[in-house]
């Protein structure tokens, strides 16, 4: 019997495993579906440069995470991987099943990859290459990893009070990740200043079309395959009939979810504009997985659908406002990330009894608060040190040319 116990466990144990190193692997992915959706919103003659932005951040955040992020963030569990980063943590019958240490950092760490590619689209076509690698090593390496620490982490706030206690709750990081990753975006944003020609003398914004649509739509759909295993597997395990019955209604709201943004979205903007707008549906499917992951495992379908709904509508009516305040972003990434970030935090105590909108308030603003000041911080001291933007001529010949030396299509057009 023992036996049998012990061969049940440890089957449990490697199907948990194995479940959340796929799920990670789903979010790696996402970085792809970043890297597209980035390279197709911004102009041919910038292409380059955002995708060496999103494939070096990748590995700064990997290795920024392994060297101190994941022991900032849970100090036990990091100090353990540091240690012994091939450790399974398993000991046999007597524990119960779970998964592996580095299962563990590896899907966590693909979450601070995603919270950093949220900010290289924000600040897309005029930031410096190194200046954005610089304050990737201090965002992922310490500012993500401490909000991380008093939210997912369970610790006290500066010793101050614990969210947990007071009724926040974020299932998969829309505040955590996306919401955090916006706040950095905005810090940066506020300080780099727009592109240039981007607002006429009286203020109103001059379109920008991306260059390649067909690339930026294929980036929105790996995104929303990989945002599957960003809700799915922060459902921890699938090996009991409850966690496989929960990792199901986390899939299921997920994309219904993201289905309700997209067809919102696309609706308001055939509304407001006239004009079935691609961007802005393609924006309103990334508002709806925002939205609903902070909490995909309570609601039903319909709820799961109206609430991407909600997300896809504010994200069109938010990109609108930004850029009539002159806040230039190229990819909507502080409104599908940020705005619809706290959305989804506060749409959490319609299904979840466990959570409080007073709660879920001082967990926004607390991770808000803390991102941005520290982000601000490290922005102006890159800027006073080494700068932050590349000059006039170079912006006019394209990051590209300026920070790679090389045209991504260099056949087709050219950035001179």
Known sequence: MDLLQNQIIETQYALDTFYFLMCGALVMWMAAGFAMLEAGLVRS???????????????????????????????????????????????????????????????????????????????????????????????????????????????????????????????????????????????????????????????????????????????????????????????????????ANSVAVVFMNTNAAAAGGLIAALIIARAMFGKADLTMALNGALAGLVAITAEPSTPTALQATLFGGLGGTLVVFSIVALDKLRIDDPVGAISVHGVVGLLGLLLVPVTNDGSSVTGQLIGAATIFIWVFVTSSIVWLAIKMTMGIRISEEEEYLGADIAECGLEAYPEFTSGQ
């Open 45 to 243: 003659k910038n292409t380059t440069e955002i995708l060496t932005k999103n494939i070096a951040l990748y590995a700064v955040a990997c290795t920024m995470y392994m060297l101190c992020g994941y022991a900032i963030m849970y100090p036990e569990l990091g100090n353990a991987v540091l240690s012994d980063i091939t450790g399974d943590g398993f000991t046999g019958a007597e524990e119960a099943a779970t998964y592996a240490p580095s299962a563990d950092f590896f899907f966590q760490v693909v979450f601070v990859a995603t919270a950093m590619s949220i900010v290289s689209g924000a600040v897309a076509e005029r930031m410096k290459l190194w200046a954005f690698l610089v304050f990737a090593v201090v965002m992922t390496g310490f500012i993500y990893p401490m909000e991380g620490n008093w939210t997912w982490g369970g610790e006290t706030v500066f010793g101050l009070y614990t969210l947990g206690d007071l009724g926040f709750s974020d299932f998969a990081g829309s505040g955590i990740v996306h919401m955090a990753g916006a706040a950095a975006a905005l810090a940066g944003v506020l300080l780099l200043g727009a592109r240039k020609g981007k607002y006429s003398a009286d203020g109103k914004a001059k379109a920008m079309p991306g260059a390649n649509l067909p690339m930026a739509t294929l980036g929105t759909f790996i995104l929303w395959l990989g945002w599957f295993g960003f809700n799915g597997g922060s459902v921890l395990a699938t090996s009991s009939v409850e966690s």
